[in-house]
């Protein structure tokens, strides 16, 4: 699909793994210039010459710790004229009330709800002055679907989806589109930490998590690649009616019966 973004430019945060480094690969390939942030200056630096060299487009680096403000700040400064932006950094822990200590808990809302909060802060108003632009909020299904070993996480993204629809049901009155893409369950390094460790809590045997997987719809977890490619959509100009919506990327696990 051509996705009518080629001499564009886009902002991805935590984009040295995981969907960030997949949503790279899929607006590279339609002719995307990006500015990648992420903690992992290593492999920061190795997608971007794999970028260059594939796909010829031009990529900037931002190795950043976005749980704190003025590193925000920075990147927000440094790619203010951007015509896309990816919120996608975010690690919040698996855990209930009790599992969680208070610093763990701020740290990690730092990151992916303040985070995205902050970044948009500074992105948007450029966007609002040129009529153009399009953010995207990688959130979570867990913001829709309570789980209270997840507590903390499916509040975050509760607070991410509202945030993307009052910001999203105004901003196509300035020309800017603002959606959330929910992935379910996705095959990434942070998943499979998440599914050890419930395996280990529900059979005392880490090396059970495909177990976790097989009442899926699907029968599996998504791939990276098939998130990436909805945020590539929702980027494009064929998605051009839609802003202040979530679009669920789950394989129908969140209305399934069995899983």
């Not at 190795?46 to 900037?60: P, S």
């Not at 996705?186 to 090396?207: G, P, Y």
């Not at 945020?231 to 679009?247: C, E, K, N, R």
């Amino acid at each position: 699909m051509d996705f009518n973004l080629r001499g564009k430019s886009a902002l991805i945060t935590g984009a040295s793994r995981g969907i960030g480094a997949a949503v790279a690969v899929v607006l590279a390939r339609a002719g995307c210039d990006l500015h990648l942030a992420a903690r992992d200056e290593a492999l920061l630096k190795e997608n971007a010459a794999r970028l260059t060299t594939v796909y010829g487009v031009k990529v900037d680096i931002y190795p950043t710790d976005l749980s704190l403000t003025d590193h925000v700040e920075q990147l927000g400064a440094a790619c203010r004229d951007v015509n896309i932006l990816v919120n996608n950094a975010g690690d919040i822990p698996l855990g209930g009330l009790e599992d969680l200590d208070s610093a763990s808990w701020r740290r990690s809302w730092d990151l992916k709800v303040y985070g995205y909060v902050d970044l948009t802060r500074m992105i948007y108003p450029q966007m609002r002055q040129r009529r153009e632009g399009v953010i995207i909020n990688v959130v979570g299904a867990a913001g829709k679907r309570a789980n209270y070993n997840y507590i903390a996480g499916c509040m975050g993204n509760a607070a991410l989806g509202m945030f993307t629809e009052c910001l999203g049901g105004e901003s196509m009155r300035h020309g800017v589109r603002v959606v959330a893409v929910d992935p379910g369950p996705t095959n990434s390094d942070r998943h499979l930490n998440h599914v050890k460790q419930r395996a280990k809590r529900q059979f005392n045997d880490e090396t059970r998590w495909p177990e976790l997987q097989s009442k899926f719809p699907a029968g599996r977890a998504a791939n990276v690649e098939e998130v990436a490619d909805v945020v590539a959509f929702l980027a494009s100009d064929g998605a051009s009616y839609i802003s202040g919506t979530s679009i669920k990327v789950d394989g129908g696990i969140s209305v399934s019966r069995s899983s």
